[in-house]
């Protein structure tokens, strides 16, 4: 699962308003296991094998899931070091076209 998180105040909320200005903010980040794993148990029911999912982390660390978009634009979160989406997904086209 490839996470990314921008922890600019201007993106308290809605860092849409910024757009691509905000790239140099964005950076890995890596969810407790404990929602990653709800987030894996949401794809997996609804059969997604890619989704861009919305999460707000609160003050006090709480996890607030908005949307899954399974179409959702990702292209310019590549330019982020260490965040090879479209290799994550040719892989995963590459292992269901090979069964």
């Known amino acids: 699962m ?15 308003k910024r757009g691509v200005a905000l790239l140099n903010a964005w950076q890995p980040y890596t969810l407790p296991a404990e929602i990653e794993q709800k987030l894996l148990k949401l794809m997996n029911h609804f059969n997604l094998h890619y989704g861009a999912i919305d999460v707000i982390v609160t003050p006090d660390d709480r996890y607030v899931f908005l949307e899954v978009n399974p179409v959702g634009e990702f ?5 982020c070091p260490g965040l090879p989406i479209s290799r994550a997904i040719a892989n995963l086209l590459l292992t269901k076209v090979r069964r």
Request: a positive charge; aromatic letters at 20%.
């Open 2 to 16: 490839v996470v990314a998180l921008s922890k600019v105040r201007s993106t308290r909320y809605d860092w849409r």
């Open 75 to 79: 292209f310019w979160l590549e330019l």
